[in-house]
């Protein structure tokens, strides 16, 4: 009978007459190892991305005046606002010509530059210096992968006596699993991809002329100034979201590994159990196969056989090496036989592995 048969159609009160009968022991222990990494802030600096481009390429600027009262032959340029004021300042006049000339003593120096040293801009340049080092610090903890590393072991002994045969069996399993929990973007990138963006965005945010301008200028620090354009423009809004964010999560670790260890002895005793009385039938049945078609030879048979020998002046030097060709024989045959009920007994426990496997998956 084959064993698939056998078990589909299994009696219940045999193997629970075989359990009160065999000894068997099992001990099965998991050990599961998690590497869990908060990926959340390559999620929140893709989001601001687009928003710090858009002030980076269209920066604010601001006209600042500066006006000086200088004597006239330093003045570089006459304004309206130069004349107005000497208008208004007759004690500047040297004097007045015969022509009606107006010679100036001193004069009023207007001048103007544009500039970009404004609080918002200042506090852009400063989130990105801290978003720079944001970013190091993360990649430094770790590749950002979060991983399960699961290692099983499973030892069962059994021993049934069987009239005047015993059968052990000894079986051991060890399985090692490691797996990458991948986290891709909505778009389908993987982590490396999308932090090698986020590398090369910010490289560039650095080296761009906006950043490159206010590298003198007074680094912008908590709690952030709320003026206007912070508070109401779109741009500054995710920037000052971005800017909380990291703040909040700077020192903050984004990695958790946790290891946790399962005895499964409970859950996986009756099906070893069960492998283990179903070998032992099979062993019984190859055994009566034997008996019944006349290959075993009793003692009695087997004294027959060798007065037969002698009878026939067979030597005795004849007799130990026919003795000793089929002694080997038989030792062979069971080697083979032990080799097939262990590779039966696997086959049989591959199916529950598997859906072990299964079960474990579960606790990624």
């Known amino acids: 009978m084959e064993n698939k048969d056998f078990i589909n159609n299994y009696n219940?009160?045999?193997f629970e007459e075989f359990l009160k009968?065999?000894?068997?022991k099992l001990q099965a222990k998991t050990k599961v190892h998690k590497v869990i990494s908060d990926t959340s802030w390559i999620e929140m600096v893709e989001e601001s991305i687009p928003y710090l481009d858009n002030i980076i390429r269209n920066p604010r600027r601001f006209i600042v005046q500066e006006e000086n009262i200088v004597p006239i032959e330093k003045a570089k340029v006459v304004t309206e606002e130069s004349i107005r004021h000497l208008a208004q300042n007759t004690g500047l006049i040297q004097d007045i010509d015969e022509d009606g000339n107006v010679i100036p003593l001193k004069l009023l120096n207007v001048y103007r530059e544009e500039t970009m040293d404004l609080y918002e801009n200042r506090f852009i340049k400063s989130l990105v210096d801290n978003l720079y080092q944001f970013v190091n610090n993360k990649l430094a903890e770790g590749d950002q992968k979060s991983r399960v590393d699961v290692a099983s072991e499973v030892s069962y002994d059994g021993e049934i006596k069987n009239?005047?045969?015993k059968v052990n069996i000894s079986v051991k399993i060890s399985s090692k699993n490691a797996e990458v929990i991948?986290?891709?973007s909505k778009e389908g990138r993987s982590l490396e991809t999308r932090i090698e963006h986020i590398k090369e965005v910010i490289a560039a945010f650095m080296s761009s002329q906006f950043l490159k301008?206010?590298?003198g200028a007074q680094p912008v620090r908590s709690p952030i100034r709320k003026t206007n354009v912070i508070l109401k423009e779109p741009n500054f809004i995710k920037a000052l979201?971005?800017?909380e964010y990291l703040e909040s999560n700077a020192?903050?670790?984004?990695?958790?590994?946790t290891d946790e260890e399962l005895d499964r002895s409970n859950d996986l005793k009756e099906k070893y159990d069960f492998a283990f009385y179903v070998q032992n039938d099979a062993?019984?049945?190859n055994r009566d196969e034997k008996v019944t078609s006349g290959r075993i030879i009793n003692p009695k048979d087997l004294k027959e056989a060798l007065q037969n020998m002698v009878e026939n002046e067979t030597s005795i030097k004849d007799i130990k090496a026919i003795v000793n060709k089929e002694l080997k024989s038989i030792k062979h045959k069971q080697e083979q036989a032990e080799k097939k009920v262990k590779k039966q007994f696997l086959s049989f426990l591959k199916e529950y592995e598997g859906r072990k496997q299964k079960a474990l998956n579960l606790l990624k």
């Open 12 to 14: 219940e009160s045999d």
């Open 182 to 184: 991948e986290s891709k």
């Open 241 to 243: 979201e971005l800017w």
């Open 163 to 165: 009239e005047n045969e």
């Open 21 to 24: 009968k065999a000894s068997t």
């Open 213 to 215: 301008s206010l590298q």
């Open 251 to 257: 020192i903050k670790p984004m990695t958790e590994v």
């Open 283 to 285: 062993l019984r049945i």
